[in-house]
């Protein structure tokens, strides 16, 4: 959306440009680093979603490349046809689903729940854990101030800088919605997610927990339960992500997703890479900056250092 690229653009600096045709366009960013010529559609988003199929994606990303010979380029398209051969050139991956759930109503969300699903929401409930809804710029330095810490402490990875979760909330605010969902008990958040509402959507784009294991609560379960309630209506569909398909921690999420209902298309990702395009020495220059951030992690410094060093990495690691 043009909230996401504005807000990628301030957050990032990076070069925003928008390929036009009579009845599409397809936004991507022009990148020159440390890993090469890139042209990617886009940074940090999943996916783009058109109502054509991928063999025209392709010719449309594939005019875009040509202005382009010696950069890299890659696009993530939902949806498939086995029947498309990727021309030479080019890669295509399949190895990807996008998961969602429809907001027709919170009744018919409820049967579609796996019965597991259910159980868990009723078991949270019980706990004593409640959901709130906030939108206030409180609740986004709560959120971002637990993702650094999740993040940080269960994977030993690097977060978006605070500029990013700032424009995020103002662009969408003015657009259709920035929501932050929190599982709560009477002491402390269990677990938050970030949504961005814009048009008839509804985004999952970052979600967080506690570091201390809170999973006997169910409170994700809640969590989900509570947001299909709160916004069936008004708005149509809950998108709620890519992830990786047979890659380790992400076969549980898919199933957590599939436990909701939850619809899948196959992500298509396209990729060219030019003659001349050295994948060496971008892996090369992609793990130096691991090593960076693994560093940075693990070094205790002033938060506004820290963040810093956040806007500085991170824009590598889309």
């Given at each position: 959306?043009?909230?996401?690229?504005?807000?990628?653009?301030?957050?990032?600096?990076?070069?925003?440009?928008?390929?036009?045709?009579?009845?599409?366009?397809?936004?991507?960013?022009?990148?020159?680093?440390?890993?090469?010529?890139?042209?990617?559609?886009?940074?940090?988003?999943?996916?783009?979603?058109?109502?054509?199929?991928?063999?025209?994606?392709?010719?449309?990303?594939?005019?875009?490349?040509?202005?382009?010979?010696?950069?890299?380029?890659?696009?993530?398209?939902?949806?498939?046809?086995?029947?498309?051969?990727?021309?030479?050139?080019?890669?295509?991956?399949?190895?990807?689903?996008?998961?969602?759930?429809?907001?027709?109503?919170?009744?018919?969300?409820?049967?579609?729940?796996?019965?597991?699903?259910?159980?868990?929401?009723?078991?949270?409930?019980?706990?004593?854990?409640?959901?709130?809804?906030?939108?206030?710029?409180?609740?986004?330095?709560?959120?971002?101030?637990?993702?650094?810490?999740?993040?940080?402490?269960?994977?030993?990875?690097?977060?978006?800088?605070?500029?990013?979760?700032?424009?995020?909330?103002?662009?969408?605010?003015?657009?259709?919605?920035?929501?932050?969902?929190?599982?709560r008990t009477?002491?402390?958040?269990?677990?938050?997610?970030?949504?961005?509402?814009?048009?008839?959507?509804?985004?999952?784009k970052f979600?967080?927990?506690?570091?201390?294991?809170?999973?006997?609560?169910?409170?994700?379960?809640?969590?989900?339960?509570?947001?299909?309630?709160?916004?069936?209506?008004?708005?149509?569909?809950?998108?709620?992500?890519?992830?990786?398909?047979?890659?380790?921690?992400?076969?549980?999420?898919?199933?957590?997703?599939?436990?909701?209902?939850?619809?899948?298309?196959?992500?298509?990702?396209?990729?060219?890479?030019?003659?001349?395009?050295?994948?060496?020495?971008?892996?090369?220059?992609?793990?130096?900056?691991?090593?960076?951030?693994?560093?940075?992690?693990?070094?205790?410094?002033?938060?506004?250092?820290?963040?810093?060093?956040?806007?500085?990495?991170f824009r590598?690691?889309?």
């Open positions: 959306s043009r909230e996401w690229l504005g807000a990628m653009a301030e957050a990032f600096r990076f070069d925003v440009r928008v390929a036009i045709w009579a009845d599409d366009s397809i936004p991507f960013v022009r990148l020159d680093d440390a890993l090469g010529k890139r042209i990617v559609a886009v940074p940090f988003a999943d996916y783009l979603s058109r109502r054509y199929g991928p063999r025209e994606f392709h010719e449309r990303v594939a005019a875009i490349a040509a202005q382009f010979p010696d950069h890299q380029v890659k696009a993530r398209f939902v949806g498939e046809d086995r029947a498309f051969i990727v021309p030479a050139a080019w890669s295509g991956d399949r190895e990807a689903t996008a998961l969602s759930v429809e907001l027709a109503s919170a009744e018919h969300a409820w049967q579609r729940f796996a019965p597991a699903f259910r159980r868990n929401v009723r078991k949270a409930e019980r706990s004593g854990v409640h959901v709130t809804v906030d939108s206030g710029g409180d609740a986004i330095d709560r959120f971002q101030a637990m993702l650094v810490a999740y993040r940080r402490e269960k994977f030993g990875l690097a977060t978006p800088p605070m500029a990013l979760f700032e424009r995020l909330h103002a662009r969408f605010s003015a657009a259709g919605g920035c929501f932050i969902v929190e599982a009477t002491d402390r958040v269990l677990a938050a997610v970030m949504l961005l509402g814009c048009g008839d959507h509804l985004w999952y979600g967080a927990s506690a570091i201390a294991d809170d999973r006997a609560l169910r409170p994700n379960n809640l969590v989900f339960w509570r947001i299909i309630q709160e916004f069936s209506g008004r708005f149509a569909r809950l998108n709620l992500g890519m992830n990786w398909t047979g890659q380790d921690g992400e076969d549980g999420v898919i199933r957590f997703k599939r436990s909701m209902g939850a619809t899948e298309r196959t992500v298509t990702i396209l990729t060219r890479r030019p003659d001349g395009f050295s994948s060496r020495s971008a892996d090369a220059a992609l793990d130096f900056f691991r090593s960076v951030s693994h560093f940075a992690l693990s070094t205790p410094m002033p938060a506004a250092v820290d963040n810093c060093v956040r806007r500085s990495l590598h690691f889309h």
